[in-house]
């Protein structure tokens, strides 16, 4: 599917993404929802996947409520730079180990709708105008959006899939 370049594209193609990823994982058994992925990625079962996706979610979140205030949000995350997203992935990954899968699908139910929520908020332009916001850079918000919702959930779906060794 092509990148969004509007408004209901994107509300289309994340809420798509998203309910492709949650029927996916609900539709298996529950010891398969646990299993450990196959060797050879860091994120090592369906639950770090979604931790991941998760917390994306969050520093998007804090990006939009510090930009929007005014203020340029460190990206992506304090301490880090986009050049050590490796680090800053593992630190996620290990801030989630201990907690339990139904709790990572329940936080990422409530900030894929926190950050759905951002989305409905703007029009098409005020999402897709590059430049438009000073802390998004070059960029628009939309490709920020785009990033952390249905770019984020397809990379998550294929991810498990690849983890478990299946094609379906």
Same mark, same amino acid.
């Given at each position: 599917?092509?990148?969004?370049?509007?408004?209901?594209?994107?509300?289309? &193609?994340?809420?798509? &993404? %998203?309910? *492709?990823? @949650?029927?996916?994982?609900?539709?298996?058994?529950?010891?398969?929802?646990?299993? *450990? %992925?196959?060797?050879?990625? @860091?994120?090592?079962?369906?639950?770090?996947?979604? &931790?991941?996706?998760?917390?994306?979610?969050?520093?998007?979140?804090?990006?939009?409520?510090?930009? @929007?205030?005014?203020?340029? #949000?460190?990206? #992506?995350?304090?301490?880090?730079?986009?050049?050590?997203?490796?680090?800053?992935?593992?630190?996620?990954?290990? =801030?989630?180990? =201990?907690? =339990?899968?139904?709790?990572?699908?329940?936080?990422?139910?409530?900030?894929?709708? &926190?950050?759905?929520?951002?989305?409905?908020?703007?029009?098409?332009? *005020?999402?897709?105008?590059?430049?438009?916001? %000073?802390?998004?850079?070059?960029?628009?918000?939309?490709?920020?959006?785009?990033?952390?919702?249905?770019?984020?959930?397809?990379?998550?779906?294929?991810?498990?899939?690849?983890?478990?060794?299946?094609?379906?």
């Amino acid at each position: 599917m092509p990148r969004p370049t509007t408004k209901s594209e994107l509300l289309k &193609a994340s809420e798509k &993404a %998203f309910g *492709e990823l @949650m029927e996916m994982i609900e539709s298996m058994p529950l010891e398969r929802r646990n299993a *450990e %992925f196959q060797p050879g990625t @860091m994120n090592r079962n369906i639950r770090d996947v979604l &931790a991941h996706i998760h917390h994306w979610h969050l520093l998007m979140l804090d990006w939009h409520e510090q930009g @929007m205030s005014g203020t340029k #949000p460190e990206m #992506p995350a304090k301490g880090y730079t986009w050049r050590t997203t490796s680090e800053l992935n593992r630190q996620i990954w290990n =801030d989630y180990q =201990d907690v =339990d899968l139904e709790h990572v699908l329940q936080k990422l139910k409530r900030s894929h709708d &926190a950050v759905t929520s951002i989305i409905l908020q703007y029009s098409s332009d *005020e999402l897709f105008e590059k430049k438009r916001y %000073f802390w998004t850079g070059s960029t628009s918000l939309g490709a920020y959006l785009t990033s952390s919702t249905s770019s984020h959930y397809a990379w998550g779906k294929k991810l498990i899939k690849k983890g478990l060794g299946t094609s379906k």
